[in-house]
């Protein structure tokens, strides 16, 4: 897998590019599903509470991710 930030915008905005070896609908589901998500996000170690999660344009993504202890 290959990572890559892209860019980042004046709003603080941050866009990242990931080539993975999946199909298109799996890697989807990962990101549309909070349960999938949840497992994933963030550096090996972290886990992820999710407090909000729409997953609409415009939707609000509340979460803390917690560091290895």
């Known amino acids: 897998m290959e990572s890559e930030i ?3 915008t004046p709003e603080s905005e941050i866009v ?3 080539i ?3 199909p298109q609908e799996i ?3 990962a990101w549309k599903n909070p349960e999938h998500l949840k497992n994933w996000w963030g550096p090996n170690g972290f886990t992820n509470t ?3 999660f ?3 344009e415009g939707g609000k993504w509340t979460f803390t ?3 290895p202890e």
């Open 6 to 8: 892209i860019s980042t």
């Open 20 to 22: 993975l070896n999946f």
């Open 27 to 29: 890697v989807f589901e």
């Open 54 to 56: 729409d997953f609409r």
């Open 50 to 52: 999710f407090y909000e």
């Open 16 to 18: 990242t590019s990931r």
């Open 65 to 67: 991710m917690h560091g």
